[in-house]
C-alpha cells in the first residue's frame, strides 16, 4: 500500500498512514485525542473535523450527521473517512476529547474505609475484622539446634501457624530459593509476607530479610468505563494515603463498553485495549508513588473493582460474548494473579484481585457497591443504583438480592444530544429556569461548551415545572423567548451565541428529550420490574442508594420529577459516591469483605431482561415524564396540579 | 591470569584454562570424566593422572596418596594438581568414571504399582483408590443459553464439581486466557487438566480442545545420588510404559552427597549441581519419549523422590546448612512446582511434586520406602533400611514410626578400598572361598577391575567363614596362597594381574576389612540404638525391607555373617528393590498415595545419632564380626563354632 502524509492543525503533527486508512486511526496515530463517543461505528457524530486540502473519501454514513452548512464548510467525520492522498485537517476544539474534570473530592476518600485494629472492640478484633488481603509479618525465630532442627521453613511456619489458626499455610516455592542463606545472613529475623487466598488458604508470597512490615501499602483501583481511579492505601492503619484519577486511555477505542467491546472483537483486538487500561493504572500508580515518596516494591497488593467488560479487559480476557446473546463472560470470579504477570507496576510479589461479578452486565462494581452500602448486612429493603450508559440496578437486604442491569444509552453522559457533552470543563451541570430567565452553572465556572448529563435531567425537570413542555416531553409553550426552532425541530437554547466558548448556542432539541425520557425510563422500567418481581413496590424500598460519579451531581427532586428516581421521601435517597471504589478498599483492608464480596456476588439472583415480557410494557409505560401511572408519583402530580 | 593449554591423552584433547587451575577441573571443562569420589577434596585419591610434560605445582596432600614407585612414573592426582604451564597427561583407564551398569530389572518395574480401577472392587473405586495427581477429564458442556447463562468458567466449574465433591476447584489465571474462543471453536468439548494440591483443592492447570484425555503420562523419578531411573508411566491405566536410568551427571562434581554439598556451598555454587541433575532427567525423558514416540507435551507430571540433599539440588536450594550442625534443610516438604520452571522437559503445565521427607538425612526416597513397603499399614513390627553412603533405617508400624539415619562412608560404594569400585562394568560382586580356591563373579562378566560393595561384603564373609581372618579383621592364616603382605599390610587376592583387565591384582587389605566394619558398624548400632529407643530388640523385628539398588545384589547370609543385617530369620527379610522410585510412581497415580506420604513424613520421629550417647557405645560394640555380643547372633555363633 502507498503511504501518505497526514497533517492535524492547528497541532502542526504530521503522521504517515498507509492509503485508505481512516482519519479517526491517524490521529491515534498521531495521539491527538478526538471524541468518539462510538468508538469509530460512525454513530455518534463526534468526530468531526474540517478538511484543508488532500483527497478523501467519505462514507455515506457520515452524510446523515452533516448539515448542508457543515459539507459545505468541508466538515467530515473522521472515523467514517478514509485519507488516499496527503491530507491536512483541522481538529476543532468541541472535537477534541479533553481531560476530564475528575472530581476526587474528600467525601470520596473518606467514604466507608473499615476501621483499623485500634478503634474497634476487642470482640470484632478477635475475630479479625481487619485483616488485609495482603499481611506482613516480622517473624524473629529461634536459630535452630541440635534439639530443634526443624527445617527452614517449617521453622517460618511454626511461627505464622499461631498467626492463622486452623488455616492451611503454603510457601510459595519461590520463597524457598535461597531462604537458607536468607535466615542465616539477617539473624533469623525476617518478613513474612502472606496472602490470605481464601478462608482455608493462606500463601507466604515473599520473603524479606529484616523488618519491613512498616511498609505494606496496597492500590484501591476503580476500574471505569470513563475514569480509573487509583488510592493508595496504608494496609496497617487502613489509612487512604493519596487517591488520583484521570481518563481511562481505552476512550481512544471508544467512549461506552459496547464500542470498545467492538474494537477489541472486531477491529483492533484486545491487545491495545488491555494495554490502554493498564497504562492508564500505571500512570496512575505512577503518580501516587512519586507524590508519596514512595516504591513501588512496597506495594504488595492492588485490588481493582470494575464492571465486568473492564475486568476482563483489564486481565486480558476475550469480551466478546459479553455483548452478543446470550450474554456470557469468560468468568464472574477471578483468580488471584500476580500483578507484574498482566504488566501492573507493583513489587514482584504484588497479587492483583478482581471484585467478582454476577454476570455480564453486572460486574464487580456493583458487587463492591452492594458490599460497601451495607445493603446486605441490614435487614432494611434496599436499593442500589449505578447510573450510566448501563443502569445497574439491585434490590433487596441481608436475606435475598436481586440484580439486573439495563442499557440506558449515552444520555446521561451527554450522548445522543446535539449540545450534549460529558461532564467536563464548561459543561452545563446546574439548570434553574424562572418564567423567562434561564440560569446555568457549569463544570469549572467556564464559558459554556454543552450540556452534561445532570444539566438535560435539570432542563427538563425545569421545561416541565414551567409548562414548557408536557409530559411527553414536546414544546408546547413555543413563545419563551429561549425556545426557537431549528430544522423543524423546536430547542430550547440554554445559551446564546454570544456566551459560549465555540460561539455556537447549546441547546436541548426535542429529540434529545425524547432520548432522555427513553434512557430514564429504562432504568426506572427496570427498577419497577425488578421491585416487583420480588412482590414489593417502590414504596417499599427503605434505603435507596445512589452510586456512581454522576449520582454526585444529581438533584434528587428533578430526578424524581422527571421519573429517573422513583418517588419516595428524600431522605431515604443518599448519594454514595465512588462505592466501587470504597468496596476494593474494603476488600484489600479485609479478606473477611473479600469473602464477603464473593457471597454477595453468589448471593444476587440476576433478572435479564432482554429476554422479559413485562420489561418491555413498563419500559412504554416510563415513556412519559414522570410516568403514565401518576399514582406512582404521587409528590410530581401535586406539583404538576400547583404549576397549572 | 596467564591461560594455558591442557592436553588430554589418549583423548587428544586440549583446553585452555587460567593457570593455576587443577586438572580436575581442566578435565571437566575438556568432558573427561574422571573419577573424583570426593569430588575433588583430595580425600580418595582416586582421580589418579599420568604427567607426559608441563608445569604443574601438586599438593602435599596427594603425597600420601602416592607410592613411591607412582611418584616415579609421573603419577599425580588430578584435584590436588594445578597447571602453571602448557601440559599433557595421560588419563589411565581405571581412573575413568565409566557409565554404571545400572540394572534396570522386570522386578524393579513391577514393583507394587497401585492397580487402576478395573482391577479395583468397587469400594475402593468410591473412595477415589486410584485418582492420579494429575487427571484429564473430558467435557462436554451444554452451549449457553438465556436461560443459563453462567459464564464460561462455571459452566467448567460445573461439570468438574460432579467428581470432586466437596472440594474446592480453582481454575488457574492462564486457563482464562482465550478460554471463550476456545470453547466455541470447539463446540463446547475441551479437555481440563487437574492437580490435586491437596484433599482439600484441586486446580484446573490447563484446558486443551476437544479431547485429549488419552495421552496423559506421568514421570516417576528415583533421584539417586549415583545413579537417577526415571519411568514413563500411563496416569490412565497405571501402566509403567518403558524405564531408564543413568548415571547423575552431578558425580563430576563429588561422587557423594557430602562432597556435593561442598561442591555448591565453596567451590562451584549450586548451579552446576542443579543444572546436572536438571541435565540428566532430561536426558532420560529424552530417551523415554523417543522410544515410545511420545511428545513430551503429554508429559502432565513429574514425580520425584531423593534424600534430602537430591530434592534440594534438584530444586535448587542451598544444600549447605544440611551438612553442618544441626543439620537443617530448607524444607522438608516442598510445594508444587511447574516442572518448566525448573528447566524439566514436560508440558507447559507440567507440575514436578517432590516427595516430602522426615529431615536432613531422612529424605523423601525414605518416605517412597515406607509407602511402597507398606510398612505404615502393617500391624507387625517392621524395619526398612536404605544402605548406601547413609544408612537411613526406619522402625515402626501403622502406629508409630523412628527413623534415623548414620553415615557409613563410602565403603559400601567401593570407597576406602585399595580396589574398591563401584558396582559398574569388571566389579567382583560376588565371591565364594573354598579351601585355597576364590571364585568371583565381575559385573558383565568382564574381567576384574576392582571389587565393588557386595562383592567386598562376601569376601570379608567368606574370609571369616573360612578362618582365614578373625572377628576382629585381622589376617590370622598369612599361609593362604591368596594372602600377600604388601607395605606390611596383609591383603587378600581376589585376582591375580594375570586375570585383571588392568594388569595390577585386585586385593581387599586388611585396612580396607577395618573401613568397612566401620560402615556395617555404624548402621547396625544405629538400629540397635533405634529399636531399644521404642523397648525392642532386634528379634521383635517381624519384617525387614531392605531397599536401594545395593540391596538387590546383597547375600543375607553374608550380610547377617559380618553384623550388617541383625541375625532374624532370613523370611523376615525381603529386598524391595528401588523402593523410592515406586513410592515415586504410587504418588503419582493416587493423590491419595501422595497424602499418605505427607502423613508419613509427619508421623516419622527422627532421632539424630550424632548427639546420641548410646550410639557411640553400641558403635564400638558393633567394630566386630559380627558383634562383640555373639548373643546377638545365634546363628553366626552357631556357623563360626562349626568351622572351628
Not at 462514507?59 to 448542508?68: H, M, R, T
Not at 498467626?163 to 537458607?180: A, D, M, N, Q, T
Request: glycine share 8%; proline share 4%; net charge negative.
Amino acid at each position: 500500500m502507498a503511504k501518505v502524509k497526514v497533517t492535524f492543525q492547528p497541532d502542526e503533527k504530521t503522521v504517515e498512514v498507509e492509503a485508505g486508512t481512516n482519519l479517526l486511526e491517524a490521529a491515534n496515530k498521531a495521539e491527538i485525542d478526538i471524541n468518539s463517543l462510538c468508538g469509530g461505528e460512525g454513530v455518534c457524530g463526534k468526530c468531526r473535523l474540517i478538511l484543508v486540502k488532500g483527497e478523501v473519501e467519505a462514507s455515506n454514513k457520515a452524510l446523515s450527521f452533516l448539515s448542508k452548512k457543515e459539507l459545505d464548510k468541508n466538515v467530515l467525520l473522521a472515523c467514517q473517512t478514509k485519507v488516499l492522498g496527503d491530507t491536512e485537517v483541522v481538529v476543532p476544539p468541541e472535537s477534541r476529547r479533553e481531560e476530564e474534570q475528575i472530581l476526587v473530592s474528600e467525601e470520596i476518600v473518606q467514604f466507608d474505609t473499615p476501621k483499623p485494629f485500634e478503634d474497634h472492640p476487642a470482640s470484632q478484633r478477635e475475630i479479625g475484622f481487619y485483616e488485609p488481603l495482603m499481611q506482613k509479618h516480622f517473624l524473629k525465630l529461634p536459630p535452630p539446634t541440635l534439639e530443634d532442627n526443624v527445617s527452614d521453613v517449617d521453622r517460618i511456619l511454626r511461627d505464622l501457624r499461631k498467626k492463622f489458626r486452623g488455616v492451611e499455610i503454603e510457601l510459595e516455592f519461590k520463597c524457598l530459593k535461597g531462604l537458607s542463606e536468607l535466615l542465616r545472613s539477617n539473624e533469623w529475623k525476617i518478613t513474612a509476607t502472606s496472602h490470605v487466598e481464601n478462608g482455608n488458604c493462606v500463601r507466604i508470597v515473599n520473603i524479606d530479610p529484616r523488618d519491613t512490615s512498616n511498609k505494606n501499602l496496597g492500590i484501591a483501583v476503580d476500574v471505569g468505563t470513563t475514569s480509573i481511579v487509583a488510592e493508595l492505601v496504608d494496609l496497617r492503619s487502613g489509612k487512604v494515603l493519596s487517591v488520583e484519577a484521570s481518563h481511562n486511555q481505552q476512550a481512544r477505542y471508544g467512549e461506552d463498553v459496547i464500542s470498545r467491546m467492538i474494537y477489541a472483537c472486531s477491529r483492533g483486538g484486545l491487545n491495545p485495549l488491555n494495554q490502554a487500561v493498564i497504562n492508564t493504572i500505571n500512570a496512575l500508580i505512577a503518580s501516587l508513588m512519586s507524590k508519596n515518596k514512595i516504591s513501588v516494591e512496597d506495594i504488595s497488593c492492588v485490588v481493582a473493582a470494575g464492571n465486568t467488560t473492564m475486568t476482563h479487559l483489564l486481565l486480558g480476557l476475550e469480551p466478546c460474548t459479553i455483548r452478543i446473546e446470550p450474554y456470557v463472560p469468560t468468568a464472574d470470579h477471578f483468580p488471584p494473579v500476580v500483578a507484574r504477570e498482566i504488566g501492573l507496576q507493583a513489587s514482584e510479589y504484588a497479587i492483583l484481585r478482581c471484585l467478582p461479578g454476577v454476570s455480564s452486565y453486572v460486574g464487580g462494581d456493583i458487587t463492591a457497591g452492594v458490599l460497601s452500602s451495607h445493603l446486605s448486612d441490614s435487614s432494611k429493603i434496599g436499593a442500589l443504583i449505578d447510573i450510566g450508559t448501563n443502569g445497574e440496578i439491585v434490590i433487596g437486604n441481608n436475606e435475598w438480592m436481586v440484580c439486573c442491569s439495563a442499557s440506558a444509552g449515552p444520555a446521561f453522559e451527554g450522548g445522543g444530544s446535539k449540545c450534549g457533552m460529558r461532564a467536563t470543563k464548561g459543561a452545563i451541570q446546574k439548570v434553574v429556569i424562572e418564567g423567562d430567565k434561564v440560569n446555568y452553572i457549569t463544570i469549572g465556572n467556564a464559558k459554556p461548551r454543552g450540556i452534561c448529563g445532570s444539566g438535560i435531567i435539570d432542563t427538563i425537570a425545569q421545561l416541565l415545572l414551567n409548562g414548557i413542555i408536557d409530559q411527553a416531553g414536546h414544546f408546547i409553550k413555543l413563545d419563551h423567548p429561549h425556545v426557537q426552532i431549528e430544522d423543524d425541530v423546536p430547542e430550547f437554547v440554554l445559551a446564546f451565541e454570544d456566551e459560549t466558548e465555540t460561539g455556537e448556542k447549546v441547546v436541548l432539541t426535542e429529540d434529545d428529550i425524547g432520548n432522555l425520557i427513553k434512557s430514564k425510563g429504562a432504568i426506572l422500567a427496570a427498577m419497577k420490574v425488578l421491585v416487583e418481581s420480588v412482590g414489593l413496590s417502590f414504596n417499599d424500598i427503605e434505603q435507596l442508594f445512589v452510586a456512581g460519579g454522576f449520582g454526585n451531581f444529581l438533584d434528587i427532586e428533578n430526578s424524581i420529577l422527571i421519573g429517573l428516581l422513583p418517588d419516595i421521601p428524600k431522605d431515604r435517597i443518599k448519594f454514595i459516591g465512588n462505592s466501587s471504589l470504597a468496596g476494593a478498599r474494603m476488600c484489600m483492608l479485609s479478606y473477611h469483605a473479600f469473602e464477603k464480596a464473593e457471597m454477595i456476588s453468589k448471593q444476587m439472583t440476576s433478572f435479564e431482561l432482554s429476554v422479559n415480557k413485562q420489561f418491555m410494557d413498563e419500559f412504554v409505560a416510563s415513556l412519559f415524564l414522570p410516568h403514565t401511572d401518576m399514582s406512582l408519583f404521587p409528590t410530581v402530580k401535586e406539583k404538576l396540579e400547583k404549576t397549572k
